[in-house]
């Protein structure tokens, strides 16, 4: 029988939750804490938090699903949904700084509680810990899984320099956005959705498949979170409204409408060309975005990220009921309102 999303999200929790607090707890003291924070169990005084708010474990979830997919048990994979979730977070940590995001999950951003510079060093740490959470015991499965996540890990930071970049930049190829996302989103996601398999020592080919289908997964999560980035309730996304259009990012929605030619399209360009967008003209901003065809366009692209998503799996030689298992977790990511 197949396994609701929810059901596989909660199994995940209460496999990892534990793990990761026994991890977290290898750091110094001092770095400890504001990882603790981060990961919602403390407040900024360190004093213990009950029923913490926390991500959904999407990227561990990924981890065991693709140990099953080839026959394994999913505690196979339970170092490396540990290891891609550290990972994850300590990118999440860097790019509040990066991004000057005062707020993540309805409370003040590491950096906002506790400076820069023990968010910069904490998120290092947890950078330095997913890779040895893996070399613990240098297995060739493990060796191989931690090589691909310093692969996936290079990768993601590349992405963010892009990302970065773009702001420098009046205009954004559509195509050099979308190169962007593979890199900064989807390579994790990708490992993610490939490291139960290669722990449990699956053929080159099935891994590559799993692979694809988190790379994609990563690329219509993304589109979807550019769309929350303009358009999204702060009540779900923890962040003010219209957040990235105030930030002037280069997101998918607004680089299509940039390059749209059309009359919004220039007037958006000008509203980015300001220093500083208030309320009103973010929401001016936001208009424009979806005048110039920007919100349909990314909706569609995710929509064709997905169907991608789905033929990699259809390809692999993976249990049928995992398989659709991953689809419904994609379409649980991908599906967001916004």
């Known amino acids: 029988m197949r396994r609701a999303t929810p059901d596989l999200l909660e199994r995940t929790r209460v496999m990892v939750e534990p793990a990761l607090v026994e991890a977290v707890g290898r750091l110094s003291s001092s770095l400890a804490v504001p990882v603790r924070y981060h990961f919602g169990w403390i407040d900024a005084a360190g004093i213990p938090v009950p029923n913490p708010r926390q991500g959904k474990g999407i990227r561990p979830t990924l981890a065991l699903l ?29 790019d509040d700084i990066i991004d000057d995001d005062p707020e993540r999950r309805h409370r003040a951003t590491v950096w906002k509680a506790f400076g820069a510079g023990d968010a910069i060093i ?20 493990r060796v191989a899984a931690a090589a691909d996540l310093a692969g996936a890990s290079a990768s993601m930071i590349a992405g963010q320099h892009m990302d970065m970049s773009f702001h420098r930049s009046q205009a954004v190829d559509v195509d050099l956005c979308w190169e962007m996302v593979s890199l900064k989103t989807g390579a994790l996601l990708a490992h993610a959705s490939a490291v139960g398999a290669i722990l449990a020592g699956a053929p080159d080919q099935t891994v590559r498949r ?19 980035g303009i358009w999204g309730d702060p009540s779900v996304t923890g962040k003010p ?14 680089a299509v409408a940039l390059a749209s030619g059309s009359r919004a399209g220039e007037r958006l360009a000008d509203l980015y060309s300001r220093e500083w967008l208030d309320d009103d003209r973010i929401e001016a901003a936001a208009a424009l975005v979806e005048e110039a065809g920007g919100r349909e366009a990314t909706v569609s692209a995710a929509r064709d990220c997905m169907r991608r998503a789905a033929d990699a799996l259809r390809g692999a030689d993976i249990d ?3 398989a659709a298992e991953l689809e419904d977790l994609a379409a649980f990511v991908v599906d967001r309102d916004f």
């Open 66 to 94: 693709s140990a099953e997919a080839v026959g394994a048990e999913a505690e196979v994979a339970l170092p490396g949904a540990l290891a891609v979730e550290i990972v994850h977070n300590f990118s999440l940590v860097h």
């Open 122 to 141: 904490a998120g290092d740490a947890m950078m330095v810990l997913g890779l040895e959470l893996l070399l613990d015991r240098p297995t060739p499965p």
């Open 210 to 228: 799993l692979r694809s289908f988190g790379l994609e997964l990563g690329r219509g999560f993304q589109a979807i979170d550019d769309l929350l």
């Open 241 to 254: 409204a219209g957040n990235d259009l105030r930030e002037r990012k280069k997101s998918i929605p607004v």
């Open 320 to 322: 049928a009921q995992v």
